[in-house]
């Protein structure tokens, strides 16, 4: 029954999710942590930051190391494919339907409405992660540094994850 939920949820988070993989945490959040008690927040935080660190999309990654915690194999294959199933039906129908109707004004009106709605989602699970992730003024330091490093002196963000685990070795041992 696990598995079945396990999908059901991710399926609601992919269909619903506008924006990425980083709008749909503050969704995956709600349902894993709080409506189901699978994980606590540092476990699903400490997801989350292995899930942006890894190859591929935030979202699957989030699906497939939340399943795995869950319900180990079986977890993560229902987790991503409940995750990546609704994009793929949705991208599929909207390519063949997309030409024809891109310039029509409900559509770019629709889209208009969209853009602020992702970015306040993101903007969500900004403040969602910032709760377990910066603990004090260390944790300030480095997330300014890694800010600086990637905004301003174009730092390739794995280099900031790098020395950012390099730093949280040497300020929280």
Same mark, same amino acid.
């Given at each position: 029954?696990?598995?079945?939920?396990?999908?059901?949820?991710?399926?609601?988070?992919?269909?619903?999710?506008?924006?990425?993989?980083?709008? /749909?945490?503050?969704?995956?959040?709600?349902?894993?942590?709080?409506?189901?008690?699978?994980? &606590?927040?540092?476990?699903?935080?400490?997801?989350?930051?292995?899930?942006?660190?890894?190859?591929?999309?935030?979202?699957? &990654?989030?699906?497939?190391?939340?399943?795995?915690?869950?319900?180990?194999?079986?977890?993560?294959?229902?987790?991503?494919?409940?995750?990546?199933?609704?994009?793929?039906?949705?991208?599929?129908?909207?390519?063949?339907?997309?030409?024809?109707?891109? &310039? &029509?004004?409900?559509?770019?009106?629709?889209?208009?409405?969209?853009?602020?709605?992702?970015?306040? /989602?993101?903007?969500?699970?900004?403040?969602?992660?910032?709760?377990?992730?910066?603990?004090?003024?260390?944790?300030?330091?480095?997330?300014?540094?890694?800010?600086?490093?990637?905004?301003?002196?174009?730092?390739?963000?794995?280099?900031?994850?790098?020395?950012?685990?390099?730093?949280?070795?040497?300020?929280?041992?």
């Amino acid at each position: 029954m696990i598995l079945i939920r396990l999908f059901v949820e991710f399926f609601k988070v992919g269909l619903f999710t506008f924006g990425g993989g980083y709008a /749909m945490i503050p969704l995956v959040q709600h349902e894993i942590v709080e409506k189901y008690h699978w994980l &606590n927040m540092k476990q699903f935080t400490d997801i989350v930051a292995i899930a942006e660190m890894t190859p591929g999309p935030i979202a699957v &990654n989030t699906a497939t190391f939340v399943g795995y915690k869950i319900a180990k194999f079986w977890g993560a294959v229902f987790g991503t494919l409940g995750v990546v199933l609704p994009s793929f039906l949705v991208i599929w129908i909207i390519a063949s339907v997309f030409l024809t109707f891109q &310039n &029509n004004p409900i559509v770019q009106a629709a889209f208009k409405g969209l853009r602020p709605a992702v970015l306040g /989602m993101i903007i969500i699970a900004l403040l969602s992660v910032s709760k377990i992730a910066v603990t004090g003024y260390k944790s300030i330091i480095i997330v300014l540094a890694v800010v600086l490093g990637v905004v301003v002196l174009k730092i390739h963000p794995i280099i900031a994850f790098i020395v950012s685990g390099v730093a949280g070795i040497l300020f929280f041992r």
